[in-house]
T-cell receptor, first 115, second 116 residues
Framework: DQQVKQNSPSLSVQEGRISILNCDYT??????FLWYKKYPAEGPTFLIS?????DKNEDGRFTVFLNKSAKHLSLHIVPSQPGDSAVYFC??????????????FGKGTKLSVKP | DTGVSQDPRHKITKRGQNVTFRCDPI?????LYWYRQTLGQGPEFLTY????????KSRLLSDRFSAERPKGSFSTLEIQRTEQGDSAMYLC??????????????FGQGTRLTVV
C-alpha cells in the first residue's frame, strides 16, 4: 500500500520556466512533509520541508505547497536551472509525541531541465 | 564533520555469501536509519536506532538481515546468505532528536550491492 504517491515518473521543463512536482498521500496522520533531491550514485539530499500546520514554505527558488484537505503537496522550482535535473522524492513522517518516526518515500519524479 | 559516511560504496558478492556494510552518522545525531532503494522505487525503510537501542526492526526484509549500533555511534548492516534479490542501494541516514522544526534526515551516499 503506497502511502506516498508521485504519479509522474518524469517531467521535462525548459530552463527558466517553472517546474511543478506533485505528491499525494493517503495517511492523514502524517504531520511533516519533506522533499529530497537525488543525483545518480549519490544519497538523497534534503531540499525543503513543510509542517502540516502550514500551507506554504518558501526557500529561495523552491516553494512547497500543502493542501491538507486534498492530501496533496507540490514543489515549485522557479526559475528552473539545468543543475536542478535530478530525481525528486516526496517523503512524509509521523511524529509521535515529539519522537521521530521513519520517513516514508514516494517513488520519485525525474526532472530534466533543458537549456 | 563531513556528513554521513558509508563504506563500502560498492560491493559485488556471490550468492550465498555474507556481507556487512558500515555507516558513520553525523557525530551529534542520535538517530540512525537504514533504508534500501531498488531501481525505480523510493527508499524503503528497514530499521532505526536511537543511540544504541534498535527501536524498530520489524521492517527488516527477512531474518537474514540484521543491524547493530553497539556504542551508539557507527552502525553495521549485515545480510547473511545473500540472494540476487538483495541487489540494491543500501542507504544510511541520521538525524538529531528531539524533533522540533527540523526533522530532516541526512543521508549518506549509499552502498551499492550486486549479488551475482
Amino acid at each position: 500500500d503506497q502511502q506516498v504517491k508521485q504519479n509522474s515518473p518524469s517531467l521535462s521543463v525548459q530552463e527558466g520556466r517553472i517546474s511543478i512536482l506533485n505528491c499525494d498521500y493517503t495517511n492523514s496522520m502524517f504531520d511533516y512533509f519533506l522533499w529530497y533531491k537525488k543525483y545518480p550514485a549519490e544519497g538523497p539530499t534534503f531540499l525543503i520541508s513543510i509542517s502540516s500546520i502550514k500551507d506554504k514554505n518558501e526557500d529561495g527558488r523552491f516553494t512547497v505547497f500543502l493542501n491538507k484537505s486534498a492530501k496533496h503537496l507540490s514543489l515549485h522550482i522557479v526559475p528552473s536551472q539545468p543543475g536542478d535535473s535530478a530525481v525528486y522524492f516526496c517523503a512524509a513522517i509521523i511524529n509521535y509525541g515529539g519522537s521521530q518516526g521513519n520517513l516514508i518515500f514516494g517513488k520519485g519524479t525525474k526532472l530534466s531541465v533543458k537549456p | 564533520d563531513t556528513g554521513v559516511s558509508q563504506d563500502p560504496r560498492h560491493k559485488i558478492t556471490k550468492r550465498g555469501q555474507n556481507v556487512t556494510f558500515r555507516c558513520d552518522p553525523i557525530s551529534e545525531h542520535n538517530r540512525l536509519y537504514w533504508y534500501r532503494q531498488t531501481l525505480g522505487q523510493g527508499p524503503e525503510f528497514l530499521t532505526y536506532f536511537q543511540n544504541e537501542a534498535q527501536l524498530e526492526k520489524s521492517r527488516l526484509l527477512s531474518d537474514r538481515f540484521s543491524a547493530e549500533r553497539p556504542k551508539g555511534s557507527f552502525s553495521t548492516l549485515e545480510i547473511q546468505r545473500t540472494e540476487q534479490g538483495d541487489s540494491a542501494m543500501y542507504l544510511c541516514a541520521s538525524s538529531q532528536t528531539p524533533v522540533e522544526k527540523n526533522t530532516e534526515a541526512f543521508f549518506g551516499q549509499g552502498t551499492r550491492l550486486t549479488v551475482v
